[in-house]
């Protein structure tokens, strides 16, 4: 399910001079920095904790260990016997995907969709590489436009942030599916899968249960409260950003405005409903609001399920 063709007229795509651009990142750095102090780091790792376990080293084995983790070449050397002792992986890789369709340059303030994207990656992929994590990029339309493999670094973040900012897509649409597709063809280990998109795209359900049982996804959906609530103005035109379609609509209508108000509600609820099927952690984000009190919010019910 979706509404793309209820979408709203998005802003124009204005490319970043390099020093707009440098800019936009030094202040993106600058807030993350200030996120990860204040402790955001640490709400990260306790709950995004590595896969698995990995050998440490041997100590002699007492009365009430586990015998499968007896070492037998060690205890045959030492005519003794030793347990291999472990503990728990912490590194993992981290995948940051990113929507860059055309909506994503809506907004009805001061900030795009995209640029919100951008601030989350920032963040995210700072608390990552805080927690030595490798952190990469799949940036995607209906097709994948840039893939930038998994890395450790702050370094190597701020060149995915750039990447995220400076890349100007070669498609104007929508295709999740085939974006996971090409996820689950490049990364054969489990990773954590931040998947930030508005969602505004149909028939991804199958693709996105057959990821999620590979791989732990964290959907963050990006939204304008203008394309919730069309205000009453008469007649308007409104254009489809990713097929270009234009409708002229009574804005004042009110069977007009109970429809757009249904269709919203149920994709909502499609939404919530499917990453709830899948046990995937899911934050909704807008352009308008703050985004650090929903994240947090996020990474305390994601602790609170771990827990149960």
Same mark, same amino acid.
């Given at each position: 399910?979706?509404?793309?063709?209820?979408?709203?007229?998005?802003?124009?795509?204005?490319?970043?001079?390099?020093?707009?651009?440098?800019?936009?990142?030094?202040?993106?750095?600058?807030?993350?920095?200030?996120?990860?102090?204040?402790?955001? =780091?640490?709400?990260?790792?306790?709950?995004?904790?590595?896969?698995?376990?990995?050998?440490?080293?041997?100590?002699?084995?007492?009365?009430?260990?586990?015998?499968?983790?007896?070492?037998?070449?060690?205890?045959?050397?030492?005519?003794?016997?030793?347990?291999?002792?472990?503990?728990?992986?912490?590194?993992?890789?981290? /995948?940051?995907?990113?929507?860059?369709?055309?909506?994503?340059?809506?907004?009805?303030?001061?900030?795009?969709?995209?640029?919100?994207?951008?601030?989350?990656?920032?963040?995210?992929?700072?608390? *990552?590489?805080?927690?030595?994590?490798?952190? $990469?990029?799949?940036?995607?339309?209906?097709?994948?436009?840039?893939?930038?493999?998994?890395?450790?670094?702050?370094?190597? &973040?701020?060149?995915?942030?750039?990447?995220?900012?400076?890349?100007?897509?070669?498609?104007?649409? &929508?295709?999740?599916?085939?974006?996971?597709?090409?996820?689950?063809?490049?990364?054969?280990?489990? *990773?954590?899968?931040?998947?930030?998109?508005?969602?505004?795209?149909?028939?991804?359900?199958? *693709?996105?249960?057959?990821?999620?049982?590979?791989?732990?996804?964290?959907?963050?959906?990006?939204?304008?409260?203008?394309?919730?609530?069309?205000?009453?103005? $008469?007649?308007?035109?409104?254009?489809?950003?990713? &097929?270009?379609?234009?409708?002229?609509?009574?804005?004042?209508?009110?069977?007009?405005?109970?429809?757009?108000?249904?269709?919203?509600?149920?994709?909502?609820?499609? /939404?919530?409903? /499917?990453? &709830?099927?899948?046990?995937?952690?899911?934050?909704?984000?807008?352009?308008?609001?703050?985004?650090? =009190?929903?994240?947090?919010?996020?990474?305390?019910?994601?602790?609170?399920?771990?827990?149960?």
């Amino acid at each position: 399910m979706a509404i793309s063709n209820k979408k709203l007229a998005s802003q124009p795509s204005k490319t970043l001079l390099p020093a707009e651009l440098a800019q936009k990142i030094k202040l993106f750095e600058i807030h993350s920095r200030k996120l990860i102090v204040s402790g955001f =780091a640490g709400e990260y790792r306790s709950v995004f904790r590595g896969q698995g376990m990995e050998f440490d080293e041997v100590r002699p084995y007492a009365p009430g260990d586990d015998v499968r983790l007896i070492d037998w070449n060690v205890s045959a050397r030492t005519g003794e016997l030793y347990i291999k002792k472990h503990i728990e992986e912490r590194e993992q890789t981290v /995948l940051l995907v990113v929507d860059l369709s055309k909506s994503g340059d809506f907004t009805s303030t001061n900030r795009t969709k995209r640029e919100i994207a951008g601030e989350i990656c920032c963040i995210l992929g700072f608390a *990552a590489a805080t927690n030595n994590d490798r952190v $990469g990029l799949l940036l995607f339309t209906d097709k994948v436009e840039k893939y930038v493999p998994p890395q450790k670094g702050l370094r190597h &973040t701020l060149r995915i942030v750039r990447d995220l900012l400076l890349t100007e897509p070669t498609s104007p649409k &929508t295709n999740i599916s085939s974006a996971l597709s090409y996820l689950n063809q490049i990364l054969r280990r489990p *990773a954590v899968v931040f998947l930030v998109s508005d969602f505004l795209d149909k028939d991804f359900a199958r *693709a996105l249960k057959i990821t999620s049982h590979r791989h732990e996804i964290v959907a963050i959906k990006l939204a304008d409260l203008r394309e919730n609530s069309l205000p009453k103005l $008469g007649l308007i035109e409104i254009i489809d950003s990713e &097929t270009e379609e234009k409708f002229l609509i009574d804005s004042t209508n009110k069977l007009f405005q109970e429809n757009f108000k249904r269709i919203i509600e149920q994709e909502e609820s499609f /939404l919530r409903k /499917l990453f &709830t099927q899948l046990s995937i952690d899911y934050v909704k984000l807008t352009t308008s609001e703050p985004y650090e =009190a929903s994240l947090r919010k996020l990474f305390a019910m994601r602790s609170k399920r771990l827990i149960k």
